[in-house]
């Protein structure tokens, strides 16, 4: 019996060696699909918010990062998320239906940036400042667009938007607005307004020299045959569609890293809206 003991003892002190000497195995990457050069959301120096969320979701998770970027953003869900290449992407609109979408991490709106000293009055699109300005920033393609031509404005800017990307063709290649141009086209005071979604801003019209205003535009903006023009979004994490377990991780991580998200954002100087209330 003694011997027995004995032998047991010995089986459980080697297994226990075993145990402490064995490899620790290494926690999967999370693969985070972002942009390349697209400021202020993310670059390849990790100096966008962007970089910066996807940072505390890997520690939240307790699972290293590797931010896999592309160039192109029409074409980098289908050549880069549904490929396998990467297992989320940042910054994509709530229920976007091309991915899984996970809860809201921040609501936010299209601005109208100005500056101070002018003291224009700027609250809406139906502002007569709207109707006098000589030059308005804006990118095409945005509800800025759809707006300027309900109030017929459109046509008066369409040489001024050219002329801010070298007058380069859309045709069969992406072309982009660099926001930190068109805040500073406001700041100079080559431009009157700017028209942006408030996130793409917020961090060059914090840093300008200018004094400038940033007002968020209210969302009850129509075009001429009554359809709603959007302006305030929610934004999401968007997750493989063969993921599902990661979208229920990542909604707890969210969750749980809420704060320090809120900080990321609150110190690019982002107008941060509150969610719409359910209706369900």
């Known amino acids: 019996m003694d011997q027995m003991k004995l032998l047991s003892a010995a089986f459980s002190l080697t297994a226990s060696l075993?145990?402490?000497?064995?490899?620790?195995?290494?926690?999967?990457?999370?693969?985070?699909?972002?942009?390349?050069?697209?400021?202020?959301?993310?670059?390849?120096?990790?100096?966008?918010?962007?970089?910066?969320?996807?940072?505390?979701?890997?520690k939240t998770l307790n699972r290293p990062v590797e931010m896999v970027y592309w160039t192109d953003p029409r074409y980098y869900v289908r050549d880069y998320l549904d490929k396998g290449l990467c297992d989320i992407t940042m910054g994509v609109d709530t229920g976007d239906p091309r991915v899984l979408t996970t809860r809201p991490y921040y609501r936010s709106g299209y601005v109208f940036i100005t500056r101070e000293k002018d003291d224009l009055d700027v609250e809406n699109w139906n502002s007569e400042a709207l109707r006098k300005a000589k030059k308005i920033a804006f990118v095409p393609g945005?509800?800025?667009?759809?707006?300027?031509?309900a109030i017929g404005r459109?046509?008066?800017?369409?040489?001024?938007?050219?002329?801010?990307?070298?007058?380069?063709?859309?045709?069969?290649?992406?072309?982009?607005?660099?926001?930190?141009?068109?805040?500073?086209?406001?700041?100079?005071?080559?431009?009157?307004?700017?028209?942006?979604?408030?996130?793409?801003?917020?961090?060059y019209v914090k840093a300008s020299q200018t004094p400038l205003t940033m007002t968020v535009i209210p969302d009850d903006n129509k075009r001429a045959d009554g359809?709603?023009?959007?302006?305030?979004?929610?934004?999401?994490?968007?997750?493989?569609?063969?993921?599902?377990?990661?979208?229920?991780?990542?909604?707890?991580?969210?969750?749980?890293?809420?704060?320090?998200?809120?900080?990321?954002l609150e110190?690019?100087?982002?107008?941060?809206?509150?969610?719409?209330e359910s209706t369900g």
């Open 154 to 203: 459109y046509n008066d800017m369409f040489n001024y938007s050219q002329e801010l990307v070298g007058f380069r063709s859309k045709r069969n290649q992406y072309v982009k607005y660099d926001n930190a141009k068109l805040v500073s086209e406001v700041a100079s005071g080559n431009a009157e307004i700017a028209v942006l979604w408030g996130p793409a801003a917020a961090r």
């Open 142 to 149: 945005t509800p800025a667009e759809t707006m300027l031509r």
């Open 267 to 276: 110190e690019e100087g982002m107008p941060l809206l509150d969610e719409p």
């Open 18 to 58: 075993l145990a402490v000497n064995a490899p620790a195995v290494a926690e999967e990457p999370l693969k985070v699909c972002a942009a390349e050069d697209e400021m202020p959301y993310s670059n390849k120096k990790g100096e966008g918010f962007e970089n910066k969320i996807a940072s505390l979701l890997g």
């Open 227 to 264: 359809q709603k023009v959007g302006h305030h979004y929610s934004t999401s994490i968007g997750v493989r569609k063969d993921k599902p377990a990661l979208l229920a991780d990542l909604n707890r991580a969210l969750e749980k890293a809420e704060d320090d998200i809120e900080d990321v």
